[in-house]
């Protein structure tokens, strides 16, 4: 059984699944790869979305109608990947952030691609403060922190989990991604794998794979770990955290 905590395929909200065909698509694909237990967690407050909780509540409550009526084996829970902003508590008790499976415990959160925000640290330190932990999706394709992975390192240091994007761990997105999610694997800085799925070509369920290999490049316990965590974030228990370690630069910025 495989959990997957970042998908966008709830129909016509975001930059994933087109409509219900789409998602149902997505749905059967999701399936075919091995995940029976998926996030939808469509984007909020990215400078073009904004899908907030009780609407996301309800259009899972529709796709999972759907799901049986069609008899997909997949089981769907609302989340959230909402833009990291200075106002996020402000938002939070306004009701519109929605964490995931709405516990209370775990936030998706998504930093701009380009840079890490100022008060990205206040920010994460008033989510803990609340009970809420933040876990930072795909840190390894944000350009200030490949460039200064010194950020992360603190960040996690700090208490966010971050999650790695399954197509980065297998090269999808170039071999400088790929190096780097490796690095945050290797200094354990990562916390949960997941497939970021938008659709099913390009953007797809590629969670198995990336299975694969980290269990080929660092022995099965690290996918256990994996696993076991996102299992631990659907039962909104608390995970076990590894100490992580700093991730030094080599020579010219090259790791």
Known sequence: MLIDLHCHILPGVDDGALDLLSCLDMANTAVGAGINHLFATPHHMNGQYVNKKEEIIFQ???V???LQQEKIPLTIYPGQEVRIHQHLMISLEMEEVLTLNNREKFLLIELP???VP?????????????????IIVHPERNRELIEDPQLLYQ?????ALTQLTSGSVIGLFGKKIKSFSEKIIEHHQAHFIATDAHNVG???FTLQEAYETITKTYGI???LYFKENAQTVLDGQSISIKQPMPI????LGIF
């Open 60 to 62: 899972v409550a529709e």
């Open 64 to 66: 999972n109608r759907h």
């Open 113 to 115: 691609s380009g840079y």
């Open 118 to 134: 100022i008060y990205t640290h206040e920010v994460v330190y008033e989510l803990l403060m609340k009970g809420i932990t933040p």
């Open 155 to 159: 960040l996690v240091q700090q208490g």
């Open 202 to 204: 390009s953007r797809g």
């Open 221 to 223: 316990d690290r996918t």
């Open 248 to 251: 030094r630069k080599k020579l």
